[in-house]
């Protein structure tokens, strides 16, 4: 009977195997590498760490790489993925430590794989408020609710007749798999068949075997990462599907806008005629009207001349008067008259030439109006002609992108048919990746060293280059030039004969363009979505330009860059736009209502002022609500532009994490760790987060940030309803963890529960700040303050502070600091008056025997603390015996550390501390004194 237990537990040891490998592989193939043996491969650390960089994001330091290592060195290598598996990652790991991994304990090996997988990929599942395996197995519930002979009940015993797997498989997509014509009984062909159609349809790896799952006791944990892997295909599936209906939408909006621009062309070519026309007629009446003037011109010259001649004949009459008096009288009043009739008609002429000109002079006008409207008519003819040659462009980009993208999935499905075809000749390849993995190892050691000086730049290049594609894709920006990939044998072959200064100027140069093509396309996002017209926020608001001016309702609308105004919602009267890039916003002072129209009492006033403009754009919302509907999205904005200024002006690289935080809504949880952020990043992320009452997390690990990048952080803590801010892992002094205590301490503060400031440089000055405001944190339960500079001094006044508090902080966590035995004195003072302590973190400091004998003297009668570390002090065979009495007499404590102390020397004297009953070492490793 126990053989077939242990028969049993073997073989599902391998299923692990097989399963874990597979899962680890898929991560490792991003880098080139492969596990192919657990219990051999991962000895080192190398592959676990490089596993641990991908999932985290991380790059760990101190790693020993090397085809040839000391064990102490695979040890250090474990060491490190062990404490980011546990610090980065949350996981808590009992019993596994790094000898386990190095020696190849595949139990524990196995135990660590399941609880990373379980953290990463099984408790992000979320279903009906159930999450983990609950909520796996209730999604599973659903996906195969209504098909025949599925029953989902557990995971040891729901698909072991492989009908659930097919009926996920026919959910996912009906075309795989006909489930009506699938036989019940026949167990093996429907698991086999489940197994095939997962791998070569879903890319989901064969990781159970039939014979396994028929036999009706299978192992659990493997079962349920095979499942998860389905969990995670839907989602995958899902999230494609919205980004093709997205596309498709969009091409159809660009249809529909090329269409009404055609609509625009034709009805302006119809306007043109009817110009032409008009301008025609008004030629052929200027034409008469100039033959008419020059008829009245000819008529006036003839009656001038005629009367001259009758004013020459009334002279020659006047002097012959004398002879002939009454004839000549007569003849000088016929005369007369003549002269009379012929005035008359000269100022008839004159009146009718002057009309006329008037005429003229009014149709050359209408002339070039005419000409005028015709000259605009043909401008807008063109630049409608433009819009719809540039709107054809872009439907025939987008259709050739698609066709590049069916291509793309054709080539993927016949990847995956090479990759099925590749594993089942699993021998010859592993194989041929062995010595493939010889000859890369090979190679390594010899660029490892025109690598090294290199490394830093190469990657801040690689990031740069990742970011500005992420963004050009994620946002179809059109861009010059196609998308290249970084290529570091490119680079090296560049670089070849060049100084070490000249290779750094040649990286550098790179990183800067890269930079300035990130910031472009990253505004380039915002002019797609105002090209677009998609509309980010809308809505009727009260306006004016003048602060003396009254109050007028417009329908505002928030687009791209701009923020525009009409007079309706049918957005056709534009009243104008402010554009938001270099704008300002003023919270002004509330205002009374006086006009009776207005249907509220009260405004509360936003000022909108732009670089350069004289006028300013006065906003009045009827209330706060109103006011902080529009002040996010407004904000956000105004703030998104002033970052990415700032990161022009110093040609750094836009962070795509904060950019991401400008369009975040009702944030509650702000993560941006291990990645450097400048203080202009502090700057927008203080900005941005001022904007979301509900925050309560803040996480800033391994941000490489200082003290003047804290401050200014601090200035706006105390303006948050924080419970967790961790800023463990920069480079803090005491003046810098002082103003994160002033803020969040200074008045009482019922929210804060978390407060990590471990592995900064923070020394003992802080510590007298922390005392003082401790009373403030009534609700402060995690304090880490691990690898900082603290000394004996600043844990007197901390343990003082502590024994005094109202509050119970059960970890007393100062690993890595510089506490030597007065220090441990005040820390057992502190023991030894307390009952809410359950674990005491003293690893890497400097306690000797006599600190230890002390502590161990105030745990004797404690019955809180169940986990003591003190490893890597300087405690000798004296202290490591006191805390053996400590053993017999106290049943709380669990586990005593006392790994890494030097002084701890073999002889009979230490006997007893091997001699401890219901204790195992997981570790016991015999070091040779030399």
């Known amino acids: 009977m126990a053989d077939k237990k242990k028969d049993r537990e073997k073989t599902w040891e391998k299923v692990q195997m097989k399963a874990f490998t597979a899962w680890v592989n898929s991560y490792l193939n991003r880098r080139g590498k492969k596990v192919v043996n657990l219990e051999t491969d991962m000895c080192d650390g190398i592959l676990l760490c490089d596993f641990l960089e991908i999932v985290t994001g991380g790059k760990y330091k101190n790693v020993q790489r090397g085809t040839e290592i000391l064990r102490v060195h695979k040890i250090q290598n474990v060491n490190i993925a062990l404490t980011h598996i546990q610090g980065d990652l949350g996981v808590k790991l009992v019993g596994v430590g790094a000898e386990d991994v190095v020696d190849g304990n595949i139990k524990l090996l196995l135990g660590m794989l399941w609880s990373l997988f379980r953290r990463l990929r099984i408790q992000t599942i979320n279903e009906e408020d159930k999450s983990s395996e609950e909520g796996l197995l209730l999604w599973v519930k659903k996906v195969t609710d209504g098909y025949k002979g599925v029953h989902v009940d557990k995971f040891n015993n729901t698909f072991n007749d492989g009908l659930a797997f097919l009926a996920m498989i026919n959910a996912f997509d009906p075309s795989f798999v006909d489930y009506n014509s699938v036989d019940p009984a026949d167990l093996e062909n429907n698991l086999n068949k489940a197994f095939e159609l997962a791998e070569t349809k879903m890319g989901i790896p064969k990781l159970l075997e039939a014979a396994d799952l028929i036999e009706g006791n299978p192992d659990e944990r493997s079962v349920i990462l095979y499942v998860s892997l389905f969990f995670h295909a839907f989602v995958q599936a899902e999230e494609a599907k919205k980004r093709d209906e997205e596309r498709e939408k969009e091409k159809r909006e660009k249809e529909k806008k090329m269409t009404d621009l055609q609509s625009q062309l034709s009805e302006t070519s119809e306007r043109i005629s009817e110009v032409i026309r008009e301008r025609d007629d008004l030629l052929a009446q200027n034409q008469n009207l100039q033959t008419q003037i020059q008829q009245r011109e000819k008529a006036i010259k003839d009656l001038e001349d005629r009367y001259r001649d009758l004013m020459m004949e009334l002279e020659e009459l006047k002097k012959k008067r004398s002879s002939g008096r009454e004839r000549g009288e007569k003849q000088i009043q016929e005369l007369e008259s003549k002269i009379d009739d012929i005035s008359k008609q000269l100022a008839a002429n004159e009146a009718a030439k002057a009309d006329l000109e008037a005429r003229n002079k009014n149709l050359l006008a209408e002339l070039d109006a005419t000409k005028k409207a015709n000259d605009e008519i043909l401008a807008k003819q063109d630049q409608i002609a433009n819009e719809v040659k540039a709107s054809q462009s872009k439907l025939d980009e987008e259709a050739k992108r698609r066709n590049r993208m069916k291509a793309e999935v054709e080539d993927l499905k016949k990847k995956v048919g090479k990759e099925v075809e590749r594993?089942?000749?699993?021998?010859?390849?592993l194989l041929e990746l062995q010595k493939e993995v010889q000859a890369l190892r090979k190679r390594a050691l010899i660029e490892a060293k025109a690598r090294r000086g290199l490394d830093v730049l190469k990657i801040n290049l690689e990031e740069h280059l990742e970011d500005m594609f992420q963004w050009r894709d994620l946002h179809q920006l059109d861009t010059e030039g196609a998308r290249l990939e970084f290529n570091l044998e490119e680079v090296l072959t560049e670089?070849?004969?060049?100084?070490?200064?000249?290779?750094?100027?040649?990286?550098?140069?790179?990183?800067?363009?890269?930079?300035k093509n990130l910031t472009r396309i990253i505004k380039l996002k915002d002019t797609n979505h105002e090209l677009k017209e998609i509309v980010e926020k809308e809505g009727w608001l009260y306006m004016k330009q003048k602060k003396s001016n009254p109050w007028t309702k417009a329908w505002f609308v928030l687009r791209g860059n701009n923020l525009f105004y009409f007079k309706d919602e049918s957005l056709k009267a534009e009243i104008g736009k402010t554009s938001l890039a270099e704008c300002q916003l003023v919270a002004l002072k509330a205002e009374k209502v006086e006009d009776a129209n207005i249907p509220v009492k009260k405004f509360f006033i936003?000022?909108?002022?732009?670089?350069?403009?004289?006028?300013?754009?006065?906003l009045g919302f009827g209330s706060l609500k109103e006011k902080s509907g529009w002040a996010v999205p407004l904000k956000s904005k105004v703030q998104n532009f002033n970052y990415l200024r700032a990161v022009e002006k110093t040609n750094s690289r836009p962070d795509n994490r904060i950019l991401a935080l400008f369009g975040a809504r009702d944030l509650r949880s702000c993560y941006l760790d291990n990645s450097p952020i400048p203080l202009e990043g502090i700057e927008a992320i203080t900005s941005v987060l001022s904007l979301h009452d509900l925050l309560d997390t803040i996480?800033?690990?391994?941000?490489n940030l200082g003290d003047n990048e804290i401050k200014l952080l601090s200035e706006s803590l105390s303006k948050w309803k924080l419970k967790v801010l961790n800023v463990g892992h920069n480079k803090l002094s005491s003046a810098g963890a002082v103003s994160v205590l002033k803020a969040l301490g200074t008045a009482a503060n019922e929210y804060l529960t978390e407060l990590h400031l471990n592995d900064n440089e923070i020394d003992d000055d802080a510590l007298t700040i922390l005392a003082e405001i401790l009373p403030n944190l009534p609700k402060l339960k995690v304090l880490n303050l691990s690898g900082n500079r603290i000394g004996d001094t600043g844990v007197k006044v901390l343990c003082d502070a502590l024994a005094k508090a109202a509050n119970a902080i059960p970890a007393l966590s100062l690993s890595?600091?510089?506490?030597?035995?007065?220090?441990?004195?005040?820390?057992?003072a502190l023991l030894k008056g307390t009952g809410t302590i359950v674990n005491v973190q003293l690893a890497g400091n400097e306690i000797g025997d006599s600190g230890s004998e002390i502590i161990a003297a105030a745990l004797a009668d404690n019955v809180s603390v169940d986990e003591v570390d003190f490893s890597l002090n300087r405690?000798?065979?004296?202290?490591?015996?006191?805390?053996?009495k400590l053993l017999h007499t106290n049943k709380t404590i669990q586990t005593l550390n006392l790994s890494g102390n030097k002084g701890i020397v073999g002889s009979e004297e230490i006997?007893?501390?091997?001699?401890?009953?219901?204790?195992?070492?997981?570790?016991?490793?015999?070091t040779r004194v030399v």
Request: net charge positive; hydrophobic share 40%.
């Open 423 to 429: 594993r089942r000749q699993k021998s010859k390849a």
């Open 606 to 618: 936003t000022k909108l002022t732009v670089e350069g403009q004289k006028e300013a754009l006065y």
């Open 495 to 515: 670089l070849t004969n060049k100084s070490f200064e000249d290779q750094i100027e040649v990286l550098n140069d790179r990183l800067q363009s890269e930079n």
């Open 875 to 884: 405690i000798g065979n004296k202290g490591a015996l006191a805390f053996t």
């Open 911 to 926: 006997l007893p501390l091997l001699n401890q009953h219901g204790f195992f070492f997981p570790s016991l490793i015999f």
């Open 699 to 703: 996480s800033l690990v391994n941000a």
């Open 816 to 828: 890595n600091n510089n506490i030597s035995d007065a220090g441990a004195s005040s820390i057992a």
